[in-house]
């Protein structure tokens, strides 16, 4: 597994993602959230990476429009979830990078918080 940045535990995979240049990381992260949203749907993925990179309702919003996601795409689901569209959620790596100074450790930290994912991914 060493060649492909997987491990076993958190740890281990917490310290080859920061050994991998930003372009990789941005593009895990966008994959993850791609593969999750097909799989457990959008507001999951809204839900752990509003978790994982500490942001409220509003900084979330910020850093989807700041991504380049359309603001006009934000709403509610009949529960009242925060959602944006499935096909938009790449707006969040560059959006989390603009909005932030620490956007990198963020988004590591989503990846890593997303781990067990990875045997369904």
């Known amino acids: 597994m060493g060649a492909t940045g997987l491990s076993a535990d958190r740890t281990e995979y917490r310290a080859r993602l920061a050994e991998q240049p930003d372009a990789q990381i941005d593009s895990w992260a966008a994959e993850m959230m791609r593969d999750v949203a097909v799989r457990r749907g959008v507001v999951r993925v809204i839900d752990d990476f509003r978790t994982a990179a500490k942001l409220t309702e ?13 603001p006009a795409t934000i709403g509610r689901d009949a529960a009242g979830r925060l959602m944006v569209p499935a096909v938009a959620l790449w707006a969040l790596v560059p959006g989390i990078r603009a909005e932030v100074d620490d956007g990198r450790a963020r988004l590591i930290e989503y990846l890593v918080a997303s781990f067990d994912e990875l045997v369904y991914v």
Do not use: K, L
């Open 58 to 70: 509003r900084e979330f919003e910020r850093v989807f429009a700041s991504g380049g996601g359309p």
